[in-house]
């Protein structure tokens, strides 16, 4: 099973700023990988798949980037609907799918 | 706009059952593979197993040890998770998927609303 990491668990920015969520897998993965947001009391919503593929009617101040074993989201000019929680999933390798443990983004 | 609904999630006791369900609309269900994913505060999403749009593939996490089951009614837009023997651990929030495939697997763009399961004492 491939193990997705996540860091850092908690990031704080302040609006405008940039966000930078980076997640590791234990093995490569090539580009398979997708990124998803969770808002409180929502269900998780996919970002970027592919690795760098923005989802439809995603803002394009997301950005995915990386393949093999390191991935990046990138939120630039962060708004406050941004707070959330970000989770990473590879599908290079499965069964199973495998998420990373989450990072939670909050807005100063 | 593709809907997916959730029902079924309970209060049950450990050893119990329950089955979960998961209604589709406004898309061809029988063209889409769909997963059931669980999240809890201690083990985050946790994907547990997946069927064919045919229903004739199943694919299931080893860490289930065969007491959950997914199967599908096309004719419904329904499918559904049998869950057998639940422990506490099993208490989570459920939900359902459709799979989108790309590349070498697939990814998850559209979820239900969860169903939240608690199994206790």
């Known amino acids: 099973e491939i193990v997705m990491t996540q860091s850092p668990a908690t990031l704080s920015v302040s609006p405008g700023e940039r966000a930078t969520l980076s997640c590791r897998a234990s093995?490569?993965?090539?580009?398979?990988v997708a990124w998803y947001q969770q808002k409180p009391g929502q269900a998780p919503r996919v970002l970027i798949y592919?690795?760098?593929t923005r989802a439809t009617g995603i803002p394009a101040r997301f950005s995915g980037s990386g393949s093999g074993t390191e991935f990046t989201l990138t939120i630039s000019s962060l708004q406050s609907e941004d707070s959330a929680l970000y989770y990473c999933?590879?599908?290079?390798?499965?069964?199973?799918?495998?998420f990373g443990q989450g990072t939670k983004l909050e807005i100063k | 706009e593709l809907q997916l609904l959730e029902s079924g999630g309970g209060l049950v006791k450990p050893g119990g059952s329950l089955r979960l369900s998961c209604a589709a609309s406004h898309f061809t269900f029988e063209n889409y593979v769909v997963s059931w994913v669980r999240q809890s505060p201690g083990t985050g999403l946790e994907w547990l197993g997946s069927i064919s749009g045919s229903a004739i593939s199943t694919y299931y996490a080893d860490s289930l040890k065969g007491r959950f089951s997914i199967s599908r009614d096309n004719s419904k837009n329904i499918f559904f998770l049998q869950m057998n023997n639940l422990r506490v651990e099993d208490s989570a929030i459920y939900y359902c998927?459709?799979?989108?495939?790309?590349?070498?697997?697939?990814?998850?763009?559209?979820w239900g609303q969860g169903t939240l399961v608690t199994v206790s004492s």
């Open positions: 093995q490569t993965v090539g580009n398979s």
């Open positions: 998927a459709t799979e989108h495939w790309d590349l070498r697997g697939a990814y998850f763009d559209n």
């Open positions: 999933q590879q599908y290079n390798k499965w069964p199973p799918y495998t």
């Open positions: 592919g690795a760098s």
